[in-house]
């Protein structure tokens, strides 16, 4: 069941632009420090949870700041998983094209020494499954499975998420993938599922939402409004056939800030039922923006 937050649950903190670093897709936290991913950006950006520059790492070598748009990367979304006992920051491409098809693998103790993995299983297993258009721009990891989110648009105006178990024959055989359709209720627009996020103590999956008036996965199109929602006890919800947020917040008109398109969230902390969260915004102006909010459930 749907049910709209007053505005007192949600309380806006901070806010920062970044004037230099366009386009942040992506958003994760690891002790003490924010990764920062733009889908069109030169650079990984690691800052202080203030929101001062500690680090940045360069993935695309050339003078502008932003990647033309015919060859950019589209890496939309960041997750840490371990792999053979090490914990990497992996940045996931869109796969809305097979030349956005990369991912970016960062080991957490040496951020310069990433590794590429170049793909297309991703969109042909997502076709498979039934999503005639792939645009993944969430990921997270729930125990044993990466959990991504496949963006609606309004040509396509289903929301998925996608359950993937962490084997390698799960990237042999697509019977492995689950797919769930997202149901929103009494929305009259097509909202677009942008960034995912899971607390493994209290079972929640957050995620990001905008409103963009676009026909396709791969063009930007004007910006409407945006949302913060999750799912209670997602673990036990995977492999349903629809599923519907628990709660869905209009962030435009609860925190007054317009019509931004909210691009991810992360959590710093929480303090029981209260939450600390980090939001991007990408407004395709070749900045981005970063948000700090207090969320009470």
């Known amino acids: 069941m749907l049910n709209n937050a007053k505005a007192q649950s949600v309380t806006l ?3 920062e632009y970044l004037e230099n670093y366009p386009s942040a897709s992506g958003i994760e936290y690891n002790n003490g420090k ?3 991913m733009g889908d069109d ?11 001062k520059p500690i680090d940045s790492v360069t993935i695309f070598q050339q003078s502008g700041k932003r990647i033309h748009y015919s060859i950019k990367p589209d890496l939309e979304s960041l997750t840490f998983c371990k792999y053979k006992g090490e914990k ?8 809305s094209s097979e030349k956005r098809n990369t991912l970016y693998a960062f080991p957490e103790n040496n ?3 990433y590794k590429t993995i170049s793909t ?14 792939p645009n993944i721009e969430g990921s997270a990891v729930i125990n044993k499975q990466v959990v991504i989110s496949n963006r609606a648009n309004f040509n396509n105006r289903t929301n998925y998420l996608v359950s993937i178990p962490i084997k390698k024959r799960s990237l042999k055989k697509y019977t492995h993938w689950k797919k769930s359709a ?3 209720q009494n929305l009259v627009n097509t909202v677009g599922i942008s960034g995912l996020e899971y607390s493994h103590e209290n079972d929640l999956l957050f995620f990001t939402a905008s409103t963009e008036i676009t026909k396709s996965a791969t063009e930007d199109g004007a910006i ?14 995977t492999c349903k056939a629809s599923i519907a947020p628990d709660k869905l917040i209009n962030l435009s008109k609860e925190l007054k800030i317009g019509n931004q398109k909210i691009e991810g969230v992360c959590i710093e902390s929480h303090e029981g039922n209260t939450y600390f969260l980090h939001l991007v915004a990408d407004n395709d102006d070749g900045r981005s923006t970063l948000y700090k909010v207090k969320l009470t459930l």
């Open 13 to 15: 903190l901070k806010t």
């Open 34 to 36: 924010l990764y920062i």
């Open 41 to 51: 950006a030169t650079q990984l950006l690691v800052l202080t949870t203030d929101y």
């Open 88 to 95: 990497y920051l992996v940045a996931t491409a869109s796969f």
């Open 111 to 113: 951020l310069s020494r």
């Open 120 to 133: 297309i299983i991703p969109i042909h297993y997502l076709k498979k499954i039934g999503i005639s258009e």
């Open 182 to 184: 997202v149901a929103f």
């Open 224 to 237: 409407g409004e945006s949302y913060l929602g999750y799912f209670n006890n997602y673990s036990n919800k």
